[in-house]
């Protein structure tokens, strides 16, 4: 059963789950996939030409991988997002300014999504992508969002989701959340002290619409040798603050 309750079509699960496998591996052959899913090889096959025939994965020798067809999907996905074009330049200008790395995120089935990221001049390489789903309670812009939903809803992603953790310095306790988000709704201002990966600290803020509902979030991001006392706690907040005020005038106002 899926969690709304409806019967689930066990064909459909079993290709998402090849297709999800493709991509944490990068690509795989018929016998890995058999073997890391549990699944007969026959079955993996099939799924496997069925896919290709469809032309959402390709296939090189003994190799399949994950298809661009998915970009055509992801990329109308995220262009049906307003937000995203509202808060493009921001995150464009933000990563210019700082020399960090600077994104917007969404919420989506209880995760976060990133729409867009922009790299500074000085901006660390790390996990981060369009597409890239994360933890909402382990970064930033993840609690940003968390703490303008509804308390229920935030309940629902934590029984769905868990608090897992990301790294030691991970908030993995439901009260010590609670009194996180409180803070956050109360400054407007969200941090990671290297809660998502070690050695990165982020700073972030909710957008929010007319009526209150969040948006989604945007964030700077950077290493911990950087972001240090006054630029991690008063430098980038006031800079993020800027930033998700021209955006929300933009969305009001559009």
């Known amino acids: 059963m899926t969690d709304s309750g409806t019967p689930a079509v066990k064909s459909v699960e079993t290709a998402f789950r090849i297709i999800e496998a493709l991509h944490e591996r990068g690509g795989a052959g018929v016998t890995e996939l058999a073997s890391a899913l549990s699944f007969p090889k026959s079955t993996v096959h099939n799924h496997l030409q069925t896919l290709e025939r469809n032309e959402y994965v390709v296939k090189a020798d003994d190799t399949y991988r994950v298809g661009c067809r998915f970009l055509e999907l992801g990329a109308h996905a995220r262009d049906r997002r307003p937000i995203y074009e509202v808060a493009r330049p921001e995150v464009d200008r933000i990563a210019e300014e700082t020399g960090e790395l600077s994104g917007v995120v969404v919420e989506e089935h209880g995760r976060g999504v990133f729409l867009h990221r922009a790299k500074g001049e000085r901006a660390v390489h790390v996990d981060t992508y369009a597409g890239k789903r994360i933890y909402l309670h382990g970064a930033a812009l993840g609690k940003a969002i968390l703490a303008h939903l ?24 439901r009260e010590e959340l609670a009194a996180e988000l409180a803070a956050v709704r109360e400054s407007g201002i969200a941090f990671d002290d290297e809660e998502r990966l070690e050695g990165l600290r982020s700073v972030g803020a909710a957008i929010t619409g007319s009526n209150g509902e969040v948006l989604g979030a945007i964030s700077v991001a950077g290493p911990t040798t950087r972001l240090r006392e006054d630029r991690f706690r008063e430098e980038l907040p006031a800079a993020v603050r800027s930033a998700v005020n021209v955006i929300d005038l933009n969305v009001t106002y559009s």
Request: charged share 40%; no cysteine.
């Open 150 to 173: 509804p308390e229920e809803r935030v309940d629902e992603i934590v029984d769905r989701h868990g608090l897992p953790a990301l790294t030691e310095n991970t908030i993995t306790d």
